[in-house]
């Protein structure tokens, strides 16, 4: 049987400014908290995020 442990979230985002950066990093530090997939498995999968800046 499968059993999922752990999700990793890579968001890859183009065309954002240094200003937007700053921004994006700091949304991407709670919007699992607003997310309500991720509240409802938050007890038993651990759940992480990167973001990464494409050009």
């Known amino acids: 049987m499968l059993v999922v442990k752990r999700i990793h979230v890579t968001y ?20 699992a908290d607003h997310c309500p997939v ?8 651990a759940i992480t995020t990167e973001v990464r800046f494409v050009t």
């Open 12 to 31: 890859e985002l183009a065309g954002v400014t240094a200003e937007q950066r700053e921004t994006v990093e700091r949304v991407l530090g709670f919007h």
């Open 38 to 45: 991720a509240r409802s498995i938050a007890g038993s999968i």
